[in-house]
């Protein structure tokens, strides 16, 4: 059986303390993420775990009333029989502003694959 970790890198306009608070607290009330990261000046949010990318970014959406554009979706699989054998080793960049790796299938590494 696959189990299926996402990693996705979603562009929300933060434009204050409150609009940062609001999205916090919408990514917080998610138990289904299991890692989060909010970059304030770079408008960007990277969310982890097992979810579905589409639903996260509907929920974040209807919560903060914000809009919401995915930029990239990272998917790591994990084996029970070859639990460090990963699909693709190919990094994906995007103006050298950040980088997502697929080198590990631990979901509690998947945070720094997903920024470098």
């Given at each position: ?83 460090e ?8 960049t ?7 790796l ?15």
């Open positions: 059986m696959t189990v299926k970790y996402f990693c996705m890198v979603m562009r929300i306009n933060i434009d204050c303390s409150g609009c940062y608070r609001k999205v916090k607290r919408a990514l917080l009330d998610m138990p289904e993420l299991e890692i989060h990261l909010l970059e304030k000046k770079q408008t960007r949010v990277i969310v982890g775990g097992r979810i579905i990318p589409q639903d996260v970014a509907i929920k974040i959406r209807k919560k903060t009333n914000r809009r919401v554009e995915i930029l990239d979706i990272q998917e790591f699989s994990e084996d029970n029989n070859d639990a054998i990963m699909e693709d080793h190919k990094p994906i995007n103006n050298n502003s950040w980088t997502l697929a080198t590990t299938t631990h979901p509690h590494q998947i945070m720094e694959t997903c920024m470098v």
